[in-house]
C-alpha cells in the first residue's frame, strides 16, 4: 500500500530520532595528544627504561624549580642594589646658599656639607659584606678581625652624639595621638589630605631648592630627607614619617644619638639582606665601605684621617681604591693601618699618660697594657652577678664603657678587643 505524502514525512523524523538517540548513547572516547598516543609495537626494555629515565629528570626539574637559588659574589656583584643615594643629597648641598649651609652647622649636620661621593661603586662591596657579622659587628678577614661601632659613624660623618636615643613613631594600629598629630601636620604642609599618603623624596628636594629659608623649617626638612635618601634610606623613595618626634623641637636635634642610629638602621639591613638572600641592600652601607678602607693600609697608601674622614674621599678616589683591590684580590689582606680607629673614640678617651702618642712608635693599647696592673681584685671572687674590672689610672669606667655600647655583646666585644684589663664574671 502506498504511502502518503504526510505518513512519509512522520517516519522520517522517527528515523532521525532513533540515529539521535543512539549517537548519545555511545560511549565516548577521549582523543590522546599527540604526544601521549601510545605505539602498537611492543615496547622494548630500552624504551621502557629511557621513558623512566626522562620522567625521572622531569621530576627533579620540578623540584630544583622550587628550591631558591644562592647568590654567589659574583651574581651578588652583578646584581646587588643599594638603596644608599648620596648623589641626591649632594646635588642638594651644591645648591645650599651660606646661610643654609650653616643653619646645617647649627644642627650638628654640617660633617654632611663635606660629602662629595655621589655612587656607590659595587665591585668588592659582596666580599665587604660577607666579610661582616652582623651579630657582634665584626669583620672577619683572612688574617685579621676587627669590630665597628657608632664611633666610626662619627668619624666619618661627624654628626651629634647625645645623650638621648631617637626614638621612632609608632606606626599602624599602635600610633599614638600625638605621633599621628605630627604625621598629619606634615602631609598638610605638602596639601595632603589622606593620612596614607606619602610625601616624596622629590617633592622635599624640590621644596628645599625653591626656598631661601635657613629657619626652623629648612632644618627639619634637610634632617628628614638627608636620613631618608642617605644615612638611613627608605626603601621607597618617599621621607621617613617615623623621624617626625625628633625633629619636632630644632633645639633638640643636637640632643640626639644620631651616630647610633644610623649604625644601627645599618647593621640591621645588613642582617636582613644576609637572611633574606635578597640582592638588595638599604642602610648606609657607605660606612662599611670606609670603616674597612680605612683600616687598611692598602699598597702603602697612607689614608687621611682627619675627620671627618668622608672628606678624603669623592667618586674617582673610591672607584679607583675598589678598583685597585679587585685586581689585586687583596680584599682583607693588607695589613692594618697602625692609626688607632676610631680616631674619636681614641681623641675623647686617652689618658693623661697617654696623651700625645698618636704619632709615636706604640699604640694607644700598647701603652695601656705597659700601665695595667695584672692582678685582679680579690673582691671579685666573693661578688656574685657581677662584672668586675680592674682599671688602669685614667682610663674610663665600665659604667662608661656600658654607656657607649649598644647591647651587652658589644660591651664584652669592646672590653675584649681592646684587651686593656681582665675580667673576672661570677
Not at 606606626?171 to 604642609?189: F, H, I
Amino acid at each position: 500500500m502506498p504511502l502518503k505524502k504526510g505518513d512519509a514525512a512522520e517516519e522520517t523524523v522517527v528515523v532521525m530520532q532513533k540515529k539521535l538517540i543512539s549517537k548519545q548513547n555511545k560511549p565516548k572516547t577521549k582523543k590522546r595528544p599527540l604526544e601521549e598516543n601510545v605505539d602498537t609495537e611492543e615496547t622494548s626494555p630500552k624504551k621502557l627504561k629511557s621513558s623512566n629515565k626522562k620522567k625521572s629528570n622531569g621530576d627533579e626539574n620540578k623540584k630544583m624549580a622550587t628550591i631558591k637559588p644562592v647568590v654567589d659574589d659574583k651574581m651578588a656583584t652583578n646584581k646587588l642594589q643599594t638603596k644608599c643615594r648620596p648623589g641626591q643629597l649632594v646635588e642638594l648641598i651644591n645648591g645650599l646658599s651660606k646661610e643654609q649651609k650653616e643653619a646645617v652647622r647649627e644642627i650638628g649636620f654640617g660633617g654632611l656639607l663635606q660629602l662629595k661621593v655621589t655612587k656607590l661603586p659595587h665591585g668588592i662591596l659582596p666580599s665587604i659584606l660577607k666579610a661582616f657579622n652582623y651579630t657582634c659587628n665584626m669583620f672577619k678577614m683572612k688574617k685579621t678581625k676587627f669590630i665597628i661601632t657608632n664611633d666610626d659613624v662619627h668619624d666619618i660623618f661627624l654628626l651629634p652624639r647625645g645623650g638621648n636615643e631617637v626614638v621612632l613613631a609608632q606606626t599602624g594600629n599602635t600610633v599614638s595621638v600625638t605621633d599621628s598629630r605630627l604625621k598629619k601636620e606634615w602631609r598638610l604642609r605638602f596639601g595632603m589630605q589622606n593620612s596614607s599618603d606619602p610625601i616624596t623624596v622629590k617633592r622635599v628636594f624640590e621644596t628645599l631648592r625653591g626656598s631661601n629659608d635657613s629657619g626652623d623649617e629648612f632644618k627639619k626638612l634637610f634632617v628628614l630627607f638627608s636620613v631618608s635618601v642617605f644615612l638611613a634610606p627608605t626603601s621607597n623613595k618617599t621621607i621617613d614619617l617615623k623621624l617626625v618626634r625628633v625633629v619636632a623641637n630644632v633645639e633638640n636635634i643636637r640632643a640626639y644619638d644620631w651616630c647610633d642610629y644610623i649604625f644601627r638602621e645599618m647593621v640591621n639591613s645588613v642582617k636582613v639582606f644576609k637572611q633574606g638572600g635578597k640582592s638588595i641592600v638599604s642602610g648606609c652601607i657607605l660606612v662599611v665601605m670606609l670603616a674597612y678602607f680605612h683600616r687598611f693600609n692598602f699598597k702603602g697608601d697612607v689614608m687621611g684621617h682627619t675627620l671627618p674622614l668622608i672628606s678624603h674621599w669623592d667618586d674617582e678616589k673610591l672607584s679607583k681604591r675598589v678598583q685597585d683591590e679587585k685586581k689585586t684580590r687583596s680584599c682583607g689582606n693588607a695589613p692594618l693601618s697602625k692609626i688607632d680607629y676610631p680616631i674619636s673614640l681614641q681623641q675623647q678617651d686617652k689618658p693623661e699618660a697617654v696623651r700625645g702618642t698618636q704619632n709615636s712608635d706604640k699604640g694607644l693599647d700598647e701603652v695601656l697594657e705597659e700601665e695595667v696592673d695584672e692582678e685582679v681584685d680579690e673582691e671579685c671572687e666573693s661578688k656574685e652577678g657581677y662584672l668586675m674590672v680592674k682599671l688602669p689610672k685614667g682610663v674610663e669606667s665600665d659604667k662608661q664603657i656600658k654607656a657607649r655600647s649598644i647591647d651587652v655583646s658589644s660591651r664584652y666585644l669592646w672590653f675584649f678587643s681592646y684587651n686593656k684589663f681582665k675580667i673576672c664574671v661570677s
